[in-house]
């Protein structure tokens, strides 16, 4: 029987893999344990073929488990390898409470396998919901489902009135509220309303607030354009005094709320605190430097063909008995999918475990520059098979730190780690070009424009706007 790898092997001495077949286990790779599990959930409803054997079992070979978390047959060998260094990478079952040679997770929550991954839309919901009737809490998800990557609302307050059937009252109100969690202007329909959101957040501790609420109105693009002069004159103001709250805005105020905590992409920065969600893997550490990699399987027992339902089939009547033979090879077909998703991502990880096992136990600054026709190379199968099997899925580090799979492949984050140490170490705001010069020192060359690029990607403002001022 010809191995999952072998299979998805592209080579031209090889027979191909049907199209239903490559197509479906294409599909599944791309899912993550929570959508695998709803997939799953679905098919055992449809389909009288298909049935789940309670109890723990190995997801790999079927085998009964007792209070192991791993199957003593598929890892046992692997962990009595000669090579003690090499990691060891398994199907894990959902069950809590996983450990290995002595490691154990029990410090996690308690509702850790339930968790929802934590989005900026979740962490503000989480804020208010406390507050909001159940229709107002419909409204502010609505809302909060609508926003951009830099935290702004996407969408008219009239149309979100207009599907709940409420006045528009009624959303702003909501809206209001929104505006005043963490991140102070979330949800702000412009720009200038999340200025304007973040200034009232100082209250009486804001200098001027009526002229920074009219340089905020009015201003902007005086003040972008550091016209000191023109922005005082519409003030009504020294040139001076219309600087001094120039430089207030810049370094207090930021026109896009997700990115001083959450980044453009809606996803907590690394200096935030570490919140768990649902990884699809998860990295631990023992103490003797082995990597222990968990791939977790989202079934509780064991997938497999209905024995009653085979039985019967010998028998079906005439009109049925078509029906039932092509729910059969379904169900076949969905079991050896799943077992080659399985494989394909234990070999992919396998070999990250090994080549960015660095930054796996020490950080950002350790990940080396890989892509993903590369690894798929050294995998023998398509780039879009590895670009499948990372969509979507997030690791669990033995930090603790949750990421995406994805971050393995960032060819940027080692050098935009030591820009932003840089930064943060720096005697005075550096413009663009010396940090290039620096990190060009540090061995990273780069182009001033690509660490602007860097800068905005990681929420860092220009040198001329790093500097804080008291009016």
Known sequence: MALPSQILYQSSTQRPQTTAHLAQTMSLLGLNSQELSQKIEAALASNPALDLLEGRHCPTCGRHL??????????????????????????????GNYSYEGRSREDL???????????????????????????????AAHI????????????PLTEVARYHHVALGQVEAVADRIHHADPVGVGSSTTAEALM?????????????????????EGMGLLSKHQYAELGHLLGVSKTKAQQIGEFITANLSPFPARAHWGSLGTQNADAPTTYTRPDIIVNRQEDGRLIVEVMWPLRGLLRINPLFQQALREAPEDKAEQWKIDLEQASLLIKCLAQRNHTIVRLMQMLAVLQKHFIVSGDAHLKPVTRAAIADELGVHESTVSRAVSGKSVQLPSGKIIPLAQFFDRSLHIRTALKKIIKDEPKPLSDTKLA?????????????????YRTMEGILPAHMRKVHAI
């Open 66 to 95: 007792r209070a192991e978390a791993y199957c003593p047959a598929c890892v046992g060998a692997k962990s009595m390898a000669a090579n003690g260094n090499d990691p060891v990478v398994f199907i894990a079952p959902p069950e």
């Open 437 to 453: 010069r620096l990190l060009a020192k540090q061995g990273y060359r780069v182009a001033r424009r690509t660490v602007a690029k």
């Open 144 to 155: 909060l489902t609508s926003l951009d990557g830099d935290g702004l609302l996407t969408v």
């Open 197 to 217: 959101a973040q200034l009232e957040s100082f209250g009486n501790q804001a200098p001027n607030p009526e002229l920074c609420a009219r340089t905020i109105r």
């Open 109 to 139: 929550p308690e509702d850790f396998n339930s968790a929802e991954p934590e989005t900026l839309a979740s962490y503000v919901l989480g804020q208010i919901a406390a507050e909001l009737e159940p229709l107002e809490q419909e409204i």
